[in-house]
């Protein structure tokens, strides 16, 4: 059965870190990149982060630039979004989803992605 699960979302003081998972199942991970994106309420959809099938290639959305990282473990199928220096203005659901990569593919393209998980909630408040 084919999934990507998110874990790790919670509330969170301005300032702190939150580290979210991305465990996928059911299909070749290792042909996949990874994407994060986000949902504020009230607003679209916005790319986040991705990552490679290797790992070998990262990007990032100006805003989380030098806060956010993103990671792989292929061997345990799972990707992570380490964020620390965490403002109001990211708290979202918080979304993975899975490209298979191809040439010219758009990371921050929501309808490139093939696998969507079921998102989990930042909330970042005093």
């Known amino acids: 059965q084919l999934q990507l699960v998110e874990s790790g979302g919670g509330l969170v003081q301005p300032g702190g870190s939150l580290r979210l998972s991305c465990a996928a199942s059911g299909f070749t991970f290792i042909y996949y990149a990874i994407g994060w994106f986000r949902q504020a309420p009230g607003k679209e959809r916005e790319g986040v982060s991705c990552?490679?099938?290797?790992?070998?290639?990262?990007n990032y959305t100006d805003s989380v630039k030098g806060r956010f990282t993103i990671s792989r473990d292929n061997a345990k199928n799972t990707v992570y979004l380490q964020m620390n220096s965490l403002k109001p203005e990211d708290t979202a659901v918080y979304y993975c989803?899975?490209?298979?990569?191809?040439?010219?593919?758009?990371?921050?393209?929501?309808?490139?992605?093939?696998?969507w998980g079921q998102g989990t909630q930042v909330t970042v408040s005093s």
């Open positions: 990552i490679s099938s290797s790992g070998g290639s990262t």
């Open positions: 989803a899975a490209l298979f990569e191809r040439y010219g593919s758009s990371w921050h393209v929501e309808s490139e992605y093939d696998y």
